[in-house]
């Protein structure tokens, strides 16, 4: 079992920057490929960025590919999606999620738990 919570959401204008963290509870976190994802209202959930377990592969939605980084320091349970350049088009609830695949999948269904969500707006 695996608990997630994520933290570092916010208000911030076109062009800003924010850090998401992610806190994991249980001893195996560094056994997890983990993912972030985002929804906006009206819209699915949607594929962010993903990492394996020892961070040494990332992957991005092509909408954010050179303005988001993931990250993660499996000494502290956690995971970390650096934001830059923050469009409005940003603006959603982003869900930080664990998956027991070897490779981190994009499919929201191939992760096993997932945190309650946080809130970023980007305002124009």
């Known amino acids: 079992q695996v608990q997630l919570v994520e933290s570092g959401g916010g208000l911030v204008q076109v062009g800003g920057s924010l850090r998401l963290s992610c806190a994991a509870s249980?001893?195996?976190?560094?056994?997890?490929?983990m993912g972030w994802f985002r929804q906006a209202p009206g819209k699915e959930r949607e594929f962010v960025a993903a990492?394996?377990?020892?961070?040494?592969?990332?992957y991005y939605a092509d909408s954010v590919k050179g303005r988001f980084t993931i990250s993660r320091d499996n000494a502290k349970n956690t995971v970390y999606l650096q934001m830059n350049s923050l469009k409005p088009e940003d603006t959603a609830v982003y869900y930080c999620?664990?998956?027991?695949?070897?490779?981190?999948?994009?499919?929201?269904?191939?992760?096993?738990?997932w945190g309650q969500g946080t809130q970023v707006t980007v305002s124009s």
């Open positions: 990492i394996n377990w020892h961070g040494g592969s990332t």
């Open positions: 999620a664990a998956s027991g695949l070897l490779l981190p999948p994009r499919s929201s269904s191939e992760y096993d738990y």
């Open positions: 249980g001893r195996t976190f560094s056994s997890y490929a």
